[in-house]
């Protein structure tokens, strides 16, 4: 089996609704999103001979993924009362909102998703909070 992996990162701000502690406050993080997707088999193709893919294009959608999120507030929707989202706006802020709970489990998870999307072989995916906490999601 071979195995390629790339990384991204990007800055941005969340909170935990309902969570009793410091995260249920809006705060930032550098979250480092860790990719590994793998082939049985290298490519017989003259550009990719040799490789499973061209690491430049797994970079790319990694970077565009990370991108999107960079300097960004993102929030579960429903989390945040209209008014607030309102005045948030008014200010030019730019808002994120996600489906799931701004976790870095979910994150795993979605960023999991949007690869498979693109039709890569995705072994696992890992996204640090801080240096030394991160989440990993893979299928069985």
């Not at 800055?11 to 009793?20: C, E, N, P, S, V």
């Not at 996600?98 to 998870?109: D, I, K």
Request: hydrophobic share 35%; aromatic share 14%; glycine share 2%.
């Amino acid at each position: 089996m071979y195995v390629l992996q790339t990384e991204q990162s990007f800055d941005a701000a969340h909170f935990l609704k309902d969570y009793k502690g410091k995260c249920s406050n809006i705060h930032g993080h550098r979250w480092r999103v860790v990719v590994s997707i793998s082939s049985e088999k290298l490519s017989a193709e003259q550009q990719t001979k040799g490789m499973i893919i061209d690491f430049s294009d797994l970079k790319k959608v990694l970077k565009n993924i990370c991108d999107y999120f960079d300097h960004t507030f993102i929030y579960e929707e429903n989390s945040l009362k209209p008014e607030t989202v309102t005045a948030l706006q008014a200010e030019n802020f730019r808002l994120i909102t996600v489906p799931f709970r701004p976790t870095a489990e979910n994150f795993a998870h979605f960023f999991y998703e949007e690869l498979k999307k693109e039709k890569y072989t995705v072994c696992h995916v890992e996204v640090y909070e801080t240096p030394d906490n991160c989440a990993i999601y893979k299928e069985q």
